[in-house]
């Protein structure tokens, strides 16, 4: 793979802010002169699972008037939704037909088709949101970022916690001093999941149901035979198609001390975990990530355990005996020196533990922001189409985040801790950089 050179958070951020009056209008409301109460006509691609529900909250905010799904059944229950926008089973054959007509699209699908849909509208500059995690690879976090610098339209990556006003919250909170310098985060994930044995070979070829067209399903990964071990649902414990529980969930729990800690590259990472090491993700796992000090804030373990690793892991001695952690799963810690923050997955309800010491600074302690915080990430999307402006998560920010946590993954997969040079884009050991990258195979390269 050839190393991509890596752009500083800050120095991103400070160029999406030079170029913030120069992003690229969406020609159809650019073309309407579109006024503050113009809804954009949008694009919905993927209609199961987390699509259902997405697509209720878009038609509440935007003129839904296409809709791709490569399964027919799910296409045909949101055709019920919106009878009168257009379908289409390739998103490509959607973006040839309806591309001039669009305001922006946003893919609901799993993790390994993000890359190439995103990839796509960029290059016909075309705002796009996207599911998380980013991409499957760091090697597609990074591409996707520079396509995005260079097409100036609005992007977002959809972690839900980082549109809802706690980041800014727990800004406010480490800016007042409250928890001292930070040099520990630990992330407890105690949520159930469905695990696929630690296998070396695919499973045996199934027909492939009626409606489905497998081959665009599939998209730009390597080719694999139908199975319902991959489709409906469970996608995400094959690292070919998703990132686990890391990529599941990681990504919203780990988001708040990512962006507020100003963490950018790990220089090390190291897991263990209960399989993994194969074709599927692992039963459970540990990883700690060590980021060097940074402007003037002092180095910091990060630390994530899902699975039999959550059960064993001590909580925080803040933390009080018999108290539940934020949510039914789990809770992210950012341990300072005079005191340790407790928030929920999503990165909200951010409190001091233990509760009496909450207490003693509830006058005080800062209040949350209200930017973004109506309608979340998805209405912040829709707002800067309209407005030319870029959304809290654009690519330029959720590209480095979600290379950090894909780090994780690699050194799950290869059992080894390793250094990272995040300027370069490599660890200098061939197997896990060999596993920095996807090949994409003939008919799908962009």
């Known amino acids: 793979m050839k190393p991509i050179p890596m752009i500083s958070r800050r120095d991103f951020v400070r160029g999406s802010l030079a170029l913030g009056s120069l992003l690229i209008l969406p020609k159809n409301l650019l073309a309407q002169g579109a006024s503050p109460n113009e809804k954009p006509n949008i694009a919905f691609i993927g209609h199961g699972a987390i699509g259902r529900s997405d697509l209720d909250a878009l038609l509440r905010e935007a003129n839904v008037v296409a809709l791709c799904d490569v399964d027919e059944t799910n296409l045909a229950a949101a055709r019920e939704k919106v009878p009168h926008a257009e379908t289409f089973q390739d998103f490509r054959a959607m973006l040839d037909k309806m591309g001039g007509k669009l305001d922006g699209v946003y893919a609901a699908t799993p993790d390994h088709s993000h890359f190439i849909i995103a990839l796509h509208c960029l290059k016909r500059k075309l705002p796009v949101m996207v599911q998380k995690p980013l991409t499957n690879s760091i090697a597609e976090a990074r591409r996707l970022r520079e396509a995005a610098a260079e097409a100036r339209v609005p992007t977002q990556m959809a972690n839900q916690g980082h549109g809802g006003g706690w980041i800014e919250m727990v800004e406010d909170i480490l800016a007042a001093g409250i928890l001292g310098p930070v040099r520990e985060v630990l992330c407890i994930h105690t949520k159930a999941m469905g695990y696929t044995p ?56 780990m988001d708040v001390a990512w962006s507020v800690l100003k963490l950018g590259a790990p220089e090390s990472v190291g897991a263990k975990s209960v399989g993994g090491r194969n074709l599927t993700t692992p039963a459970g796992s540990e990883v700690t990530w060590s980021f060097p000090a940074r402007d003037g804030r002092p180095a910091v373990k990060l630390t994530w355990c899902d699975g039999k690793f959550a059960e064993q892991r001590q909580r925080p001695p803040q933390l009080e005996k018999n108290r539940r952690l934020a949510d039914d799963n789990g809770a992210a810690f950012l341990i300072g020196d005079d005191n340790t923050l407790m928030h929920n997955s999503y990165g909200g309800s951010p409190r001091i533990i233990p509760e009496a010491k909450m207490q003693e600074l509830a006058v005080s302690f800062p209040k949350k922001r209200l930017r973004n915080v109506n309608g979340g990430v998805l209405v912040d999307w829709l707002r800067c189409i309209r407005d030319g402006k870029q959304p809290s998560s654009h690519f330029g920010v959720s590209g480095p985040f979600t290379e950090m946590v894909l780090l994780g993954n690699l050194a799950i997969r290869t059992g080894k801790k390793f250094n990272w040079d995040g300027a370069a884009g490599k660890s200098g050991d061939p197997d896990v950089d060999q596993l920095l990258d996807c090949e994409a195979r003939d008919g799908w390269r962009v």
């Open 198 to 253: 630690d296998l070396q070979a695919y499973p045996a070829a199934q027909p492939v149901p009626p409606g489905l067209a497998w081959d665009l399903w599939v998209a730009h990964r390597p080719w694999t035979e139908y199975s319902r071990s991959f489709h409906p649902g469970n996608w995400r414990n094959w690292w070919r198609f998703g990132n686990g529980r890391l990529g599941d969930w990681g990504v919203h729990t």
